[in-house]
């Protein structure tokens, strides 16, 4: 069964960092549309950045300069760096695994910018 399990959540101030790993537990990972997505209180779920095969990635404008996204193919394992974190940044953010048969979300990792 596919799974994606999320780490590295936390509490920052802002213009702090945080990396974000994800895990995923399939084979054949580096065909895997990799993606973080984030909900905050209260709003829709959002695409922050993904990446692809030939680490092909997409950021939303909100995290471009900021945020990188990328994978290790060889650990299974998509990261988050985010840096310059805003107090807006806050939410809870999921990894997403997605192929032409799976589409697997985890289940969150909370971050909140605060001062």
């Known amino acids: 069964q596919v799974q994606v399990v999320e780490s590295g959540g936390g509490l920052v101030q802002p213009g702090g960092s945080l990396r974000l790993s994800c895990v995923a537990s399939?084979?054949?990972?580096?065909?895997?549309?990799m993606s973080w997505y984030r909900q905050a209180p209260g709003k829709q779920r959002e695409l922050v950045a993904s990446?692809?095969?030939?680490?092909?990635?997409n950021y939303a404008d909100s995290a471009k300069g900021r945020f990188t996204i990328s994978r290790d193919n060889a650990k299974n394992t998509v990261y988050l760096q985010m840096n310059s974190l805003k107090p807006e940044d806050t939410a809870v953010y999921y990894c997403?695994?997605?192929?032409?048969?799976?589409?697997?979300w985890g289940q969150g990792t909370q971050v909140t910018v605060t001062s």
């Open positions: 997403n695994a997605r192929d032409l048969v799976n589409n697997v």
């Open positions: 399939v084979s054949m990972f580096s065909r895997y549309i």
């Open positions: 990446i692809r095969i030939f680490d092909i990635t």
